[in-house]
């Protein structure tokens, strides 16, 4: 591969395929130094592509002729829909024809082939997914929400390289705090794995902070976040619980009176900006990391600023080298 | 002990101690056909109870000379201080002189001394915390959140039932729905330990819902969340830090500017009302369930009315049974 970054994209994933993934990776196109592979239905990312101009050397289409399904069980989804667009865009990236594959698709079928697809970067025990959450000041990278259910310390050690990296890399955070989820901040609080962990996470060339409480993850007190697959899940899905139940229950007290009434609307722009800092569009993806290549999990309703953010994740872990960078830290 | 619940509590625990600790036993005297025994400096609570009339039949002092602070190590503040009113309380409970003993002091000290000090109930592996977290309906019972950092999967199932005899008999919910925090629902899902305890659930006598994630906590969609006391302490604190991070963000966005300001002064009542909402106070405390009676840690900023509560649940604990309730159900 040249120096140009590569970015192949499921253009079939998500819920708001093609048109805004089409729209997004246009964007790109027509602002970044790059390549586009869109990977999916010929014919109807060819109908998508005709409302744009843009430069056609700079954007190819793969022809997959299959979709996996959100429903589908994902390691038999991987296996049987070779023509999936999912599984074309993986083996681009396995056979080194693109830098980074984005999908909006199904998470468990992206986890599944990323890690039977796409290699492991040598050294790697396992491959971690690790979305950005957000906090009172930004965001923080949660590592691991992958499919290890049952971690090793070493794997946790090696998220916290892996996650410093990106943070450091590609989201432009100097010097990245890296924080151990745990039931206590002393060393000897935690379960069998923290405690291990802990150990190990002290050895590294990392800002290792020790380990943080779960009430420090909404101040942002770390910018990486390890901890175990199981444990990274429970966070991230009552993260999105707990966020649209409260904003439910405030609206429905808000609309309890005519006085309040009156107040939430006078406060309206106030809770679009409240909003506006939940926004994750603005960071595009989950990244998947200690694969040959960057996958990026966008979310479902993905739009195309979304995308367009994924994409720029993408240049930048071309443009960083993080691969290399991963296989050297892992690997010293 | 005869057919009145005799409730012992910590007069010296928590932030509020002795005043509200005092008042809010003065309350329950009055109004419960109970006895209640304040554990703690002798003279400094006598101070207290000159402020009240009262059937002094009814309420009794236990001197007990130290405080278990609560920056403390746990189990040596409970080896060594023998003579502190948490210790002075347990073993009232362990002597059958007390149904129940409430304490608002260091929860760690609280752990080990109930697991110490007090004896497990016959069959019980390992007790559990199990304090009541808000949801949009309600509140749900979280067991466990206490010490047992590697839980195996029998103690799970243990926890599923003793949540769900809790929270039929004390918090008045009949035929609860327990639910097994997992990253998914699918029984085939998550780590070694939930899809074990999954197995042993379904065989109990209870109303297993299965697995629920964590995004259905806040919905209320299960009465008995049950899950091992590493999971159980990240939702806890989580629930507590996301909570107060979102209400500080709001906050601050609606003093961003003069219109929002007013907005949110109309809307005052409203805010007070979803503050209410997730008000401690009227559920008391948490249960630490698995012992030869009732240990409730009740919260550290506890107030008068809080420690009604918990005394109040002490009063059922005792006449209903729950300690044979559990008994029977643990080993039929």
Redesign the interface.
Known sequence: MGKKAIIAIDAMGGDNAPFEIVKGSIEAVNQKDIEIILVGDESKIARELKSYSYDPSKLSIVHASEVIDMEEAPVIAIRKKKDSSMVVGLNLLKDKKADAFISAGSTGALLAGGTFLVGRIKGVERPALAPLIP??TGFSLLIDCGAN??SKPSYLSQFAQMGSIYMENIMGVSNPKVGL?N?GVEKEK???L?KEAYSLMEELDINFMGNI???????GRADVIVCD???G??????????????F???KE??M??T??K??????????K??KH?FDYTEYGGAPMLGLQGLVIKAHGSSNSKAIFSAICQGIQFKEQKIVEQIEQRINQ
Chains 1, 2 share one sequence.
């Open positions: 906090n009172k259910m049952d989820i039931v935690g379960n069998q923290t409480e779960a009430r420090d993850i909404p101040y697959a199981f444990t899940n429970i966070i991230l899905k009552y993260t999105e619980g707990f966020g649209l139940s409260l439910d229950i405030i007290e808000l309890g009176s006085l309040s009156i107040g939430a609307l006078l406060s309206k722009s106030a809770f900006r409240i800092r």
